[in-house]
C-alpha cells in the first residue's frame, strides 16, 4: 500500500490496512448521499489513499436506506448501516467511529455543506500535528436559529465542561483513531461526541474549509433537539446545574433569614408581628419554588443515573451491507 508523503514523514499512529474512515450519520440524505460518495471517492483517489465509508442510517425519514444499501452493494469502499431505531446523530457517530478501520477517523454531514475537497486538509493536520482537527468557516449556510444555538451550544461547552477551544467545534473533524481508547468504556446512552473527543486531551486544531449551500432537503435541526442536547450536555457532562441547585438554596436561606430579621424588627418598633396575607404567601411560594427547583435538578441526575444503570444499548445494528477491506491485504 502506497503512502502518502505527509504520512511517511509524520508516522504517528500504527499501519492499517486503511488510511482514513469517513463517518456518515444518514437521516434525510435520500438526494445527497449518492453524490457525496462520489465526490469523495474522487478526492481520496487522487490522493492514493485506502478509504472506507461508513453510511450510518439513523431510521431515516425517507429512502436514504435504499441508496445507502444499493451503494454498498455496488461500491467497494462503502459500508451502510441501518439501526434498529432513531438514536440520534451523535450516538450514530459513536456507531461509525467504533466500527471504523482507518488510521484517521473523519465525520461529517450527508447534506454536501461539508465540502469534500476539504477532508485531505483535515486529514493531512492530524497526520502532520497528532491533533483534533476541525473544519472551520466564517460564513455558513445556516438559519438564522440554527447559527444563534450553535453558538449557544459552544459557550455552554467551554462554560461548563471546560473546553477551551469550544469555538472551533463543528461537525466536520478527523482524529487518530487510536484515540478513541479514550472513551472505550463509555456506555451511557447519552452521546456527546465532542464531550468525548475532548477526553483525548489532544490539541485542537482549526482549518478553514468552505460551508455550501444545502444540496437538498430541509435541516432536522428543531428547537425541541436543541433543548435535548443542551440538557445532555449540562446533565450528562457537568455537575453545574447541582452548584446551581446549592446556590438556590443558599440564595433561600438568606432570603428567609431577612425575612426573620424584618419580623424581629418591626416588632420591636412597632410592637406587633409583619402585617399582610400577600406577603406571607410571597414568602412561602419563593421558598416552595426554590426547593423545587433544587429537588427538580437533583431528580435529573438520579433519573439519567437509574437510566444508565439499566444497560439499555446506545444503538442497535438492524442490518449492515457491505464488508470492510481484507485485513491481511497491506
Keep these: 500500500m502506497k503512502s502518502h508523503p505527509v504520512e511517511a514523514k509524520h508516522r504517528e ?9 469517513i463517518v456518515v450519520p444518514v437521516y434525510g440524505g435520500e438526494a445527497t448521499i449518492e453524490p457525496l460518495c462520489t465526490q469523495l471517492g474522487e478526492e481520496l483517489r487522487r490522493r492514493d489513499w485506502r478509504y472506507e465509508i461508513l453510511l450510518v442510517c439513523d431510521r431515516p425519514v425517507d429512502g436514504s436506506w435504499a441508496v445507502a444499501k444499493r451503494l454498498a452493494t455496488t461500491t467497494s469502499e462503502v459500508i451502510a448501516i441501518r439501526l434498529q431505531r432513531n438514536v440520534g446523530q451523535h450516538a450514530a457517530l459513536l456507531l461509525g467511529i467504533r466500527q471504523a478501520r482507518g488510521g484517521v477517523i ?12 476539504d477532508v485531505p486538509a483535515l486529514v493531512d493536520t492530524v497526520l502532520k500535528h497528532h ?11 445556516h438559519g438564522a436559529f440554527r447559527n444563534a444555538s450553535s453558538r449557544l451550544i459552544k459557550w455552554a461547552i467551554k462554560r461548563y465542561l471546560e473546553v477551551e477551544d469550544a469555538q472551533h467545534l463543528s461537525a466536520f473533524r478527523a482524529f487518530p483513531a487510536r484515540e478513541r481508547s479514550a472513551f472505550t468504556g463509555y456506555n451511557h446512552p447519552n452521546v456527546a461526541i465532542d464531550v468525548l473527543l475532548s477526553w483525548t486531551g489532544l490539541p485542537v486544531r482549526a482549518v478553514a474549509t468552505s460551508h455550501n449551500a444545502r444540496a437538498a432537503g430541509e435541516s432536522g435541526y428543531t428547537f425541541t433537539k436543541l433543548v435535548a442536547h443542551l440538557a445532555n450536555l449540562a446533565f450528562g457532562f457537568s455537575t453545574a446545574p447541582l452548584r446551581l441547585a446549592s446556590y438556590i438554596g443558599f440564595g433561600a436561606v438568606l432570603f428567609a433569614g431577612g425575612l426573620f430579621v424584618y419580623a424581629i424588627v418591626n416588632w420591636m418598633i412597632h410592637g406587633s408581628g409583619v402585617p399582610g396575607f400577600a406577603f406571607t404567601i410571597a414568602s412561602l411560594a419563593a421558598l416552595g419554588g426554590a426547593q423545587l427547583l433544587a429537588l427538580g435538578l437533583i431528580g435529573e441526575y438520579l433519573g439519567r443515573l437509574y437510566l444508565g444503570s439499566l444497560g439499555r444499548p446506545q444503538y442497535r445494528i438492524a442490518e449492515q451491507v457491505g464488508t470492510n477491506h481484507d485485513e491481511t491485504d497491506s
Design 13 to 21: 499512529r500504527p499501519l492499517s490496512t486503511l488510511d482514513l474512515s
Design 106 to 117: 473523519v465525520t461529517m454531514d450527508e447534506d454536501l455543506q461539508h465540502a469534500p475537497a
Design 131 to 141: 491533533c483534533l482537527a476541525y473544519g472551520v468557516t466564517v460564513q455558513q449556510h
